[in-house]
């Protein structure tokens, strides 16, 4: 972990990460990718001052939006225990009135509850949870740690608080998870919970350069025979894709429609980018009190 100052903290499409480098130990990490960027994945570069350097840029824009955050690496990673840089962001985003979209796998989230519900009284809130099976052995496989009823307590307090939820499927990977079974149990989650929306990201395991040897070598530690079958079968290729990803899909997407969830992608992608504002119009004047 290194501790950095920064001039910048948002993209030009209004996304940001106030940490930078591998914070999980899930075998498919976008961070890897050589695309990233990122040396040294491990060590985790921490931008202490992104709260002020993100105020500074919230007050010149000239209109309100959406803040991404966590697309690259993990805003609640335990880290952020330690600094509390998240909950310093969520303040200035409280302040100037912009929305935010956060991506996140930790029930850290959990502590800024208080900050999230007021700004999803004003504004739009929305939270991407990645979770790719609900069976233990699966989950462990994939993320390398036993945190399926860590995940589930962050999706049931999120309902509770009614902070807008959309649950990720990913990573989706051949031979381990790629089953109705594993994709109807999480749906039926989603039903119980009330999330409206569940991304599929097309039952696709995306690898990179960097990425996918991490994804083998690790793999290969976890379970030596399935690496070297999936190794067979996809060799030097940059996307794992189910064998049976078409039927796969066609049964999420009728289960989806049974059960009013939206599944549709760009559909998504554009409520969770499209500001909102909640307070306008309900101010109370003088004649409102006669």
Do not use: W
């Amino acid at each position: 972990m290194h501790i950095v100052e920064v001039k910048t903290i948002l993209t030009p499409q209004n996304g940001m990460n106030i940490y930078r480098g591998v914070t999980d130990h899930c075998i498919v990490s976008p961070v890897r990718a050589k695309t990233a960027r990122v040396e040294k994945p491990e060590d985790v570069e921490v931008k202490k001052d992104a709260a002020a350097v993100l105020e500074h840029s919230l007050r010149r824009k000239r209109t309100r939006g959406m803040i991404s955050v966590g697309g690259l690496s993990d805003p609640y990673n335990p880290l952020e225990e330690k600094f509390g840089i998240m909950r310093e962001c969520l303040r200035v985003l409280d302040r100037c009135d912009f929305g935010v979209c956060i991506t996140t796998r930790y029930s850290l989230l959990l502590r800024d509850l208080d900050i999230l519900k007021e700004l999803a009284r004003k504004t739009k809130v929305v939270i991407c949870i990645p979770l790719p099976t609900l069976q233990t052995e699966q989950f462990r496989l994939i993320e390398g740690e036993l945190g399926v009823s860590e995940r589930i307590k962050l999706i049931e307090e999120l309902a509770k608080a009614k902070i807008e939820t959309i649950l990720l499927l990913d990573p989706i990977i051949p031979k381990i998870n790629d089953t109705t079974t594993t994709l109807g149990m999480l749906l039926q989650m989603a039903k119980d919970y009330g999330i409206r929306m569940v991304d599929h990201r097309d039952l696709k395991c995306q690898l990179q350069n960097g990425s996918r040897e991490y994804f083998y070598k690790e793999l290969s530690r976890r379970d030596r025979e399935l690496a070297k079958e999936l190794l067979s079968i996809y060799g030097e290729e940059n996307e794992l894709i189910p064998e049976k990803q078409k039927e796969l899909l066609a049964y999420l997407f009728d289960s989806c429609k049974s059960n009013d969830i939206i599944c549709d992608r760009k559909e998504i992608l554009t409520y969770s980018r499209k500001y909102e504002n909640r307070t306008e119009g309900t101010q109370m004047n003088l004649l409102d009190l006669l």
